[in-house]
T-cell receptor
Framework: GNSVTQMEGPVTLSEEAFLTINCTYT??????LFWYVQYPGEGLQLLLK?????DKGSNKGFEATYRKETTSFHLEKGSVQVSDSAVYFC?????????????FGKGTKLTVNP | GAGVSQSPSNKVTEKGKDVELRCDPI?????LYWYRQSLGQGLEFLIY????????KSGLPSDRFSAERTGGSVSTLTIQRTQQEDSAVYLC????????????FGNGTRLTVT
């Protein structure tokens, strides 16, 4: 079945450090890939997405590239800020039997210290 | 209206009692999802409604769980004869059309079964 594996946290960085959160997936065919973010006290929200191989999603300084050859969608940011502290979820969407449900990874908690 | 609204925000119940959780999706969104978020387990898919199609119930963990969506809008998730392992945050999300459309999440209902 479809599944997402992302690096276990928590991840703690200093402000302006480089961030990578690894995400790999297992799916038949060509899923769409997403990163969602959950800031403290808020609901999950879409951060970025990519719908086909080699697409790069980007938002708020974050980037992720859909790599079919390595079945990966790693999240990166060149210089993190304290306000980036949150839980990040990698997810995929694949139509199965007419249902387009989103399958999520377990989440990675990021803490950025000043 | 604003975003996805869930009620109650917190629910404490005794083992064996039934509970009902409510979700008001964003007006006009045809797709509605229920997920369960447990500590260290990420987001577990429960059920997906899309328009007038039969719902995808493949994620419901047991026959104690059921959900309905009336008039294509409000949804209720019912858990009968609650067990301690049902304790979790239950998240509702809606999207314009499912698939690659962004999911808009509510803030969840935190259920504690004592």
């Amino acid at each position: 079945g479809n599944s997402v594996t992302q690096m276990e946290g928590p991840v703690t960085l200093s402000e302006e450090a480089f961030l990578t959160i690894n995400c790999t997936y297992t799916a038949t065919g060509y899923p769409s890939l997403f990163w969602y973010v959950q800031y403290p006290g808020e609901g999950l929200q879409l951060l970025l997405k990519a719908t086909k191989a080699d697409d790069k999603g980007s938002n708020k300084g974050f980037e992720a590239t859909y790599r079919k050859e390595t079945t990966s969608f790693h999240l990166e940011k060149g210089s993190v800020q304290v306000s980036d502290s949150a839980v990040y979820f990698c997810a995929l969407s694949r139509t199965q039997g007419g249902s387009e449900k989103l399958v999520f990874g377990k989440g990675t908690k990021l803490t950025v210290n000043p | 209206g604003a975003g996805v609204s869930q009620s109650p925000s917190n629910k404490v119940t005794e083992k064996g009692k039934d509970v009902e959780l409510r979700c008001d999706p964003i007006s006009g969104h045809t797709a509605l999802y229920w997920y369960r978020q447990s500590l260290g387990q990420g987001l577990e898919f429960l059920i997906y409604f899309q328009g007038n199609s039969a719902p995808d119930k493949s994620g419901l963990p047991s026959d104690r769980f059921s959900a309905e969506r009336t008039g294509g809008s409000v949804s209720t998730l019912t858990i009968q004869r609650t067990q301690q392992e049902d304790s979790a945050v239950y998240l509702c999300a809606s999207s314009r059309a499912g698939g690659v459309s962004p999911l808009h999440f509510g803030n969840g209902t935190r259920l504690t079964v004592t």
